[in-house]
């Protein structure tokens, strides 16, 4: 039976009551209001509980249809659904682009009321389900809000709590998909910044040439196109946090722009004569090994001795193997909630198989994992193991070239065994073995046709 609180605003009194019973044998619990003052006093006074706001058109002291944002501001998550005697088309498609929930006309609703309602109500707590799950995946990020428990995770949260409270700058060093960006937003919240801006940018999604004006912005005329003033995010980050991600992707040029920045906290806008002046705190993340590149000449050694003032390593998924189920079933509930789905949890086989995986992709593969689940999955069902992808089933065989002399040094053989290799350790990921052999996706899989893997 459902259950939740409504709202019922109506002037007529014996009309009102007859909604209220009808719905209470529903399960609900009503709350009732005779004009438009009264209810917006009790919608304040319930927000948090109240589901639906049924509400006739037209009352004492408003329009239902006026009244409608009022209501919305009050309570963003609840839904509405109007009534009137005299409905019309125009005054329905008014109500519905003013977000109602549906409009139903005097008369004729009594059959449709239970129904909508339900549906309505359902609606809505389905909102602040996924509201609920959002704010605990990053609209509000803290470290005590990260899932798992792993010796690994929780040194490194260790180390973030106590460079948080500093203005330190922070080298975030991990895999792709380890949870930087999560990292340094908890960071971001933990410090005494948290009130300001957290601007995160990623440099590997820029095109090289448009980079450097999105950091640090331009003036009028700088260049073709630059037809007014822009702030640069390094402008719309003050009196709080940056976010780089991928810095090793910045140019040479910039890296010296930036270096400028963390020394003076200040920096030149492209076109522009005079220095802007900025209190910012730079976070940086990266999947390479910059004191490595450093020392070959690809990135600058004074930059990464500035940034590497604190470095903290994110771990990988497979360092914490036992941080697996708890993240599972989170992202399984988080998504089954945005599909409007039920699935109490995982059975023990899918839960087996999700541990023993290697995890290449980390904790952003698991999530597009259980996403691709959740939505093949049967509702009011364990997740089962059926429903993960093919690699989880049956681990390819090393591959081998039986044709080939054991004694044969070529380079073509060389080249075909080493790939088959690294076809076998990442399980079969194409993505995964291209990005260690540093080839594009598409040339692995010309070769792979080429040597018949």
């Not at 019922?8 to 909604?19: F, K, S, V, W």
């Amino acid at each position: 039976m459902p259950s939740g609180t409504l709202l019922l605003i109506d002037d007529e009194p014996r009309l009102r009551q007859l909604l209220a019973r009808v719905l209470e044998l529903e399960g609900y619990t009503i709350l009732q209001a005779p004009d438009a003052r009264r209810g917006l006093e009790l919608l304040e006074q319930h927000a948090a509980d109240v589901l639906v706001v049924v509400s006739d058109v037209k009352l004492p002291d408003a329009n239902g249809v006026e009244l409608l944002p009022r209501l919305k501001v009050k309570a963003p998550d609840m839904e509405v659904i109007l009534l009137t005697a005299f409905g019309t088309i125009p005054d329905g498609v008014k109500a519905m682009k003013q977000g109602a929930f549906d409009y139903l006309t005097k008369g004729d609703f009594e059959q449709q009321l239970v129904v909508v309602v339900d549906r309505a109500a359902e609606k809505a707590r389905l909102r602040r389900r996924v509201a609920e799950l959002e704010r605990k995946m990053g609209q509000r990020h803290s470290f005590g809000s990260m899932i798992g428990s792993s010796g690994a995770l929780r040194r490194a949260q260790t180390m973030g709590e106590q460079v948080a409270v500093t203005d330190s700058t922070v080298l975030l060093e991990g895999p792709t998909g380890s949870g930087k960006e999560l990292f340094a937003q908890a960071i971001h919240e933990a410090s005494p910044r948290k009130s300001k801006a957290f601007v995160a940018v990623n440099c590997s999604a820029f095109p090289r040439e448009l980079l450097e004006s999105e950091l640090f912005g331009y003036k009028k005329g700088a260049f073709t196109g630059a037809l007014a003033d822009k702030k640069g995010l390094l402008e719309e980050a003050n009196g709080g946090t940056l976010f780089l991600d991928e810095i090793g992707e910045l140019e040479l040029n910039v890296q010296a722009k930036f270096l400028r920045v963390l020394e003076l906290q200040q920096f030149t806008k492209l076109g522009d004569t005079k220095p802007t002046n900025v209190n910012v705190r730079l976070v940086a993340a990266t999947n390479r090994n910059l004191k490595q590149e450093a020392a070959e000449g690809r990135f600058r050694p004074d930059l990464y001795y500035r940034l590497s003032v604190f470095t903290i390593n994110v771990p990988p998924l497979k360092d914490r193997p036992t941080d697996v189920p708890a993240l599972a079933d989170y992202f399984l509930q988080y998504f089954a909630a945005k599909l409007c789905k039920r699935l109490p949890g995982l059975d023990a086989e899918c839960l087996r198989l999700l541990q023993q995986y290697p995890w290449p992709g980390n904790v952003r593969e698991l999530k597009n994992v259980l996403e691709r689940a959740a939505i093949l999955a049967p509702a009011d069902q364990p997740l089962a193991a059926a429903y993960l992808p093919d690699e989880f089933h049956a681990p390819p065989a090393p591959l081998s070239l039986t044709d080939a002399n054991p004694d044969d040094n070529s380079l073509r053989t060389v080249e075909a065994r080493h790939i088959q290799l690294l076809l076998h350790r990442t399980q079969g990921n194409k993505t995964e073995a291209a990005r260690q052999l540093g080839i594009g996706l598409t040339t692995l899989y010309r070769k792979v046709q080429e040597y018949g893997l």
